[in-house]
């Protein structure tokens, strides 16, 4: 009878460490920022609503100004930072010259950093740079990116 309950109990703990394994798990945030890369590459502005959160952008794009200027400026450059991304907007131009290298990222609580080295295909020149996410509704947002 021993040999049962501890069986029992043993499989009862297997199938807990299955679950939790399972459930704990996050998504990759390098994989929002590949998928970010591909939408702005295929001028997808619904896929870009999805990696990336503009009101969060916006407000790091201009926490320089003083909280009256952000008021009057923030829809336009919000809008902006949309159509930057879109067609021939001037980010998504200047990135179709680059190769993206996506190499690290570092997770910390609810926040996670990609860190992401632009090189060009003429030139050989290159700029590296981070993507900073949260997660929100257990899918990573981008809220910061260097264009």
């Known amino acids: 009878m021993n040999k049962k309950r501890l ?6 703990l297997i199938f807990f460490f299955i679950f939790s394994f399972f459930c704990s798990q996050r998504p990759d945030p390098r994989k929002t ?6 939408a702005v590459a295929n001028s997808d502005s619904v896929a870009l609503l999805n990696y990336v959160d503009f009101d969060q952008l916006t407000k790091e794009k201009l926490s320089f100004l003083a909280p ?8 336009s ?10 067609r021939d907007g001037t980010t998504r131009v200047k990135w179709e010259n680059y190769k993206k290298v996506i ?6 609580g ?5 860190e992401v080295t632009f090189m060009h295909t003429k030139t050989g020149a290159y700029k590296y740079t981070k993507m900073k ?6 899918k990573w947002k981008i809220f910061s990116y260097e264009d």
């Open 33 to 38: 920022v590949i998928d970010f890369i591909k």
């Open 110 to 114: 609810d926040t996670a950093e990609v």
């Open 133 to 138: 996410l949260y997660l929100k509704d257990g």
């Open 7 to 12: 069986l029992s109990f043993i499989i009862v």
């Open 77 to 86: 450059t919000k809008n902006q930072l949309l159509n930057n991304l879109l």
């Open 103 to 108: 190499a690290n990222s570092k997770i910390e």
């Open 68 to 75: 009256e200027e952000k008021e009057k400026v923030f829809n």
